[in-house]
């Protein structure tokens, strides 16, 4: 059996139970259309609790996405593959174009958050993991994704993200214009919005 009828057959497999079950299908809905936004949130919210880290990670992971949507792009170009509701009958649950499958955005933009977030914060990162893995099987589920199409995206997040990480981890330079960014973002946010320390210090 080839690489490829083996990912047809693991997507029939899941695919195939979609339809079946209403309340799971609304949930797969959710993560497949939805879900991502609870990442763009909690990126927002860890930038603005103002903890240094935190925005250490925050500036890690939007690197990191750049660096995997990037390649990302440049693998779709290179290696086009129809998505499974175009070559076979399947249960599609969403709406969507009928471009390329291959690697899965969704994956990628979920798994390179979740790994940046899991590199700083190993107990939270686990959970942004797990719904990172639950939207990349919504997108077999609901027909519009294969098996390898979100393993591939999984990869490429994954990887991406301890890239970047270990870049500037390593090199002095890469950690010294990130300090040097954050630090002249804080300077206008203290005049625009001063934090309940810096108030306290003028009163």
Request: proline residues 3%.
């Amino acid at each position: 059996m080839s690489l490829t009828q083996i990912d047809y057959f693991v997507f029939k497999a899941i695919n195939d139970t979609a339809g079946s079950l209403p309340f799971i299908d609304g949930i797969m809905r959710f993560l497949s259309q939805d879900a991502e936004y609870l990442f763009y949130l909690g990126i927002i919210l860890y930038w603005f609790t103002r903890k240094r880290e935190n925005r250490k990670m925050v500036m890690e992971s939007l690197v990191s996405a750049c660096l995997a949507f990037g390649i990302g792009m440049i693998v779709s170009h290179l290696v086009y593959r129809d998505r499974p509701f175009v070559t076979h009958h399947v249960h599609k649950l969403i709406d969507h174009a009928a471009n390329a499958s291959f690697p899965s955005d969704h994956s990628i933009g979920a798994f390179v958050i979740a790994t940046a977030i899991w590199l700083f914060r190993k107990k939270a990162g686990f959970i942004w993991l797990l719904l990172a893995a639950f939207i990349s099987l919504s997108r077999i589920w609901n027909g519009v994704h294969y098996p390898f199409d979100v393993i591939t995206g999984a990869l490429l997040g994954v990887l991406s993200a301890v890239v970047v990480h270990l870049t500037f981890m390593k090199i002095p330079f890469a950690r010294s214009v990130m300090a040097v960014g954050i630090a002249l973002y804080e300077s206008i946010e203290q005049r625009i919005w001063p934090s309940r320390n810096e108030k306290a210090a003028k009163s």
